[in-house]
């Protein structure tokens, strides 16, 4: 919850100061225009970037009540530890950002203050079938809390449907990757993804 987006932050340190990629940055009198972009572990990443803050007694909270969202709630760092207990997480905002997208993003663990008090421009869309993080817990925290926020659900989708079709089974345990519910095209999907993440941030960006 930490170091993701701190390392998110090392990559535009990175780019900023490269010789190669810094001067082909869009700048103004702010600074460089910088838009983050993440799915699931990567939305929450984003999300802290712009000011979200994780607050590790919610998360423990939530996970011990919420028994349909037991995939994401028995995964690495939502367990509770003595070390953890009553320590809200950092703030790992990343005040060069200046919009994202939250892509089926993990919601769950943020502060309901936080998410009230984030201005930067914000997309967020969740798949109506997602059963790894469940719309209701990770998608509508998010609408109910932060202001201004274009909210999108993807009708039919699962949580996958913003990955690439694998060329082989990839096993998880809310099932393969590669996997769509009947009726769902994720190449027609994703094509009409790129189309409305580019159109959303030309329109905050440029």
């Known amino acids: 919850f930490t170091e993701r987006p701190r390392q998110a932050s090392k990559v535009i340190d990175a780019l900023l100061s490269s010789p190669q990629w810094g001067n082909k940055i869009a700048k103004d009198a702010r600074g460089a225009k910088v838009g983050a972009v993440g799915h699931s572990a990567g939305g929450y990443t984003v999300l802290a970037l712009g000011g979200a803050v994780a607050d590790m ?3 423990h909270a939530h996970c011990k ?3 349909d969202d037991l995939t994401f709630c028995t995964t690495g760092d939502t367990q509770s530890t003595s070390q953890d207990a009553g320590i809200p997480g950092p703030n790992v905002a990343d005040t060069r950002i ?3 997208a939250a892509l089926a993003p993990v919601g769950a663990v943020f502060s309901d203050i936080s998410l009230k008090a984030m201005r930067i421009p914000s997309l967020v869309m969740v798949s109506e079938k997602d059963t790894w993080l469940p719309t209701r817990h990770h998608g509508e925290p998010l609408k109910r809390n932060m202001a201004g926020v274009d909210y ?5 989708a699962t949580h996958f449907a913003f ?3 694998p060329n082989v ?3 998880t345990k809310d099932g393969d990757i590669g996997k769509d519910l009947p009726g769902f095209n994720r190449a027609a999907f994703q094509g009409r993804l790129g189309s409305d ?3 959303f941030f030309d329109a905050q960006l440029k």
């Open 169 to 171: 089974p990839i096993a």
């Open 197 to 199: 993440l580019i159109t």
């Open 65 to 67: 009540q919420a028994t």
């Open 98 to 100: 200046r919009a994202l």
């Open 57 to 59: 007694n919610q998360l």
């Open 163 to 165: 990955m690439n079709t």
């Open 152 to 156: 999108r659900i993807v009708p039919n």
